[in-house]
């Protein structure tokens, strides 16, 4: 499964987030997380998305985690969108369907 995750712009908490992601032992373990549309000044570099491929359902599992625990750092919930790609399995839908993730199209996982 390929999940992108945008900013809907908020690049500070995608960068955030990416950190978060690539921090998380599980979700290293259990998916492949790389930055898109990056561009950059100086030191600071922004994205416009992260990339996520997914092979099981442990790692959808540790991806809906590791969201709860970066919601719950901070004060407001950033406006991110994540767009599923690929067929689904129905195990698939159903832990879509029970994560809480700012899904772009809820009812692809219907």
């Given amino acids: 499964m390929e ?6 712009g908020d690049e500070q908490a995608l960068n955030e987030f990416y950190s978060w992601l690539r921090d998380d032992v599980d979700v290293a373990r259990s998916a492949t997380v790389s930055a898109a549309g990056s561009r950059g000044s100086g ?19 540790n991806l809906g985690i590791a ?7 901070r004060k407001e919930t950033p406006p991110f969108t994540i767009t599923v790609q690929g067929e689904l399995t129905a195990e698939q839908h159903a832990m879509l369907r029970n ?8 009812e692809d996982v219907e």
């Fill in 3 to 8: 999940l992108t995750i945008n900013a809907a």
């Fill in 67 to 73: 969201w709860g625990n970066f919601l719950r750092s």
């Fill in 43 to 61: 030191e600071m570099v922004v994205f416009e998305a992260i990339c996520m491929s997914i092979g099981s359902l442990t790692g959808l599992a």
């Fill in 99 to 106: 994560l809480d993730l700012p899904l772009s199209r809820p």
